[in-house]
């Protein structure tokens, strides 16, 4: 008997059905970030060093510096990765040539810059999310939404604006709604005078931003929050609160963003998921790993990440009320191997909570020793045997079969460019 027979009677015996655990997950979208090639830089800009609180650190060889590298490297990822993929794009991806008349600026851009993106996705299924991109830009005062600055805050509507004709632009070319993400480094480094400018000005810009028409069946703009940035550690204008307020306040035109590098270290997102979803209908996750701050390290297969899968399938967020993507960027490794080991490991952690059964009647009994006991025992069971039977079912590789493959595409590409 093979080794996934074995598993699954091993996982029937306590109610699972590992058959059917992985034709759903088979199906879930998950967004592949496409700034994990570039150390986010983008293409629109020269990029020095990020701004807006946000950092890479590290300079290994092989990243990508033009949309065809950016798009073979994301081919490579895919082919590695089991699962339905998504792509998120941030405007700073804009593909500027002759053909569509050249560079603008983050201002005036428009889905023509995005085409070869709609062309890239098409070949190969995806649909498509989308992020307006505010910061590492000269038009940062630092501030951008939040800015005092008439003319600088305009800008940055006009870009928020120009953001969301392009994902409904996205939506409607992939025929799937585009998840259109809202975040700003806006904040500072001390103590403000005035904190409540900030954020009146803030909210005024999204309701500006989400005053051009869409439908909110293709496009679905967030709000991320977050807590400090680097150089922003005294003040952050899209706080938790302010932005949960916004979006409750806003219910039906945007949903709220939480990810899991914004929280003080011992706050968890796992368990604002449920939280959030016994109010609003629809709500989105960026997925990553925090090290004592905001890192964006590679997203390992660990508690918080197995929690996070287990609140979305528990709390029934696969069909579509959990919008999940990956955000995270580290420069010390190989990208292609930071991409893949994180969008499996969320894999690895949704096929793990649609493996462990409901045991929401031991809770409701108080059978709490039992609880503990069975909750337990599910960590030694062949998690590994049914996720190898998953990617094979998938097309892609299994553990211990895709390394060799990043390893040939850095000696054979990545080492050739030079960076
Ligand atoms: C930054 C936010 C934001 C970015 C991306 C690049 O702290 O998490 O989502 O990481 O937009
Ligand atoms: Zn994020």
Redesign the pocket.
Known sequence: MSRYQDAKEMYAKIGVDTDKAIETLKLVPVAL?C?QGDD?RGFDQKVDSLS???QTTGNYPGRATTPEELMADIDTVLKLCPGTKKLNL?ACYAIFDDENGGWVDRDKIEPKHFKKWVDFCKERGLGCDF?P?FFSHPMCDPLTLASPNEKTRKFWIDHGKACIRISQYLAEELGQPCVM?I?T?DGFKDIPADRMGPRVRYRESIDEILSEPYDFNKVKPCV?S?VF?IGVEAYTVGSAEFSLSYAAANMGKCIPLM?N??YHPTEVVSDKIPALLAFFPEIAL?I?RPIRW?S?HVVLLDDETKEICKEIVRCDGLDGRVKIAL?Y?DASINRISAWTVGFRNVQKALLSALLTPDMTEMQNENRWTELMVRAEELKTMPFGDVWNEYCKKCGAPADGEWFETVEKYEKDVLSKRGN
Do not use: L, P, R
């Open positions: 970030h700034w986010v807006g609180g946000i941030h992020n991109t993400n975040w480094g991320e977050k940035g990810d590098g914004h960026h990553t905001d964006d955000d960027f």
